[in-house]
Nanobody, 124 residues
Framework: QVQLVESGGGLVQAGGSLRLSCAAS????????MGWFRQAPGKEREFVAA????????HYADSVKGRFTISRDNAKKEVYLQMNSLKPGDTAVYCC?????????????????WGQGTQVTVSS
């Protein structure tokens, strides 16, 4: 069992930065690939970024490539999303998720556990 709790969201002006954190409980965090997804009002949940269990594979959505950076610290059982050059279109609830079988990190179906999410609002 893995429980995930996100933090770090908030209100920021366009062009600003935020760093999201996802803290995990459970003894097997280092076995899970981790993903970040976001969902804006009236839109479907979309993939943002993902990182494999040992950090060797990293994936980004085209919309955030070059602006967002995903990382993890297995000793602390945390995964991070550094978000720079934020745009109003990045406004959404951001959730982290954990997948034991990390075969296609872009799909929500592979993820076994989800956090509740943290709100990110980017003003213009």
């Amino acid at each position: 069992q893995v429980q995930l709790v996100e933090s770090g969201g908030g209100l920021v002006q366009a062009g600003g930065s935020l760093r999201l954190s996802c803290a995990a409980s459970g003894r097997t965090f280092s076995s899970y690939g981790m993903g970040w997804f976001r969902q804006a009002p009236g839109k479907e949940r979309e993939f943002v970024a993902a990182i494999s269990a040992n950090g060797g594979r990293i994936h980004y959505a085209d919309s955030v490539k070059g602006r967002f950076t995903i990382s993890r610290d297995n000793a602390k059982k945390e995964v991070y999303l550094q978000m720079n050059s934020l745009k109003p279109g990045d406004t959404a609830v951001y959730c982290c998720a954990a997948a034991l079988n990390f075969y296609n990190p872009y799909f929500t179906q592979i993820y076994d556990y989800w956090g509740q999410g943290t709100q990110v609002t980017v003003s213009s």
